[in-house]
């Protein structure tokens, strides 16, 4: 997985992203936990995008996803459309899963896109307000960016 300094939609990076390697207990969900990532990308539109990512070898995509979503919880924030799975189309693994949601937390309205394959797992955020008006993405149009934005960062292992 990378951070690559531009992404389909016009986006580019605003700094270099923050590669973390392994230290302490691997999640549960891995063979091999290799390292994850965070990046943040604006767009000349103003649309801003918050990527975080994980890479190494997962056992079962389905249970890295509801690991996912389970730890997105908290007093402060809620689903207020909950995640659905879409068709992941994932050119690296046939069995990759991509689920998309609403969460909102506070003043801050956001759709969000997981993935997850045998090789990585990621979330994609589009919050509304940096999209250009307070309306948020539906899931079907932040499913579609999510694809790409989750083939421009991967490559098949």
């Known amino acids: 997985m990378t951070a690559p300094p531009t992404l389909p939609g016009g986006y580019r990076a605003e700094s270099p992203a ?3 390697l392994p230290a302490g207990p691997q999640p549960t969900d891995y063979g091999s936990f ?3 990532l965070t990046a943040r990308y604006t ?3 103003g649309g801003v995008l918050v990527i975080g990512g994980a890479w190494g070898t997962i056992t079962d995509p389905g249970a890295a996803m509801t690991v996912a979503i389970a730890a ?3 007093p402060h924030g809620r689903w207020t459309v909950p995640p659905a799975d879409v068709e992941a189309r994932d050119p690296n693994d046939p069995q990759g899963r991509l689920t998309c949601g609403v969460w909102t937390e506070a003043l801050l309205v956001n759709a969000i896109c997981l993935w997850a394959d ?3 797992a990621g979330s994609v955020d ?3 307000w940096a999209e250009g008006s307070p309306a948020v993405l539906n899931p079907a149009t932040a499913a579609d960016r ?3 934005i989750r ?3 991967t490559a098949p292992k």
Do not use: C, I, K, L
Request: glycine share 4%; aromatic share 8%; proline share 4%.
């Open 18 to 20: 923050q590669v973390r």
């Open 43 to 45: 767009a000349d539109s």
């Open 151 to 153: 083939d421009a960062m």
């Open 118 to 120: 045998h090789y990585t």
């Open 146 to 148: 999510a694809r790409r």
């Open 72 to 74: 997105m919880e908290s």
């Open 34 to 36: 290799d390292g994850s």
């Open 126 to 128: 589009f919050p509304a």
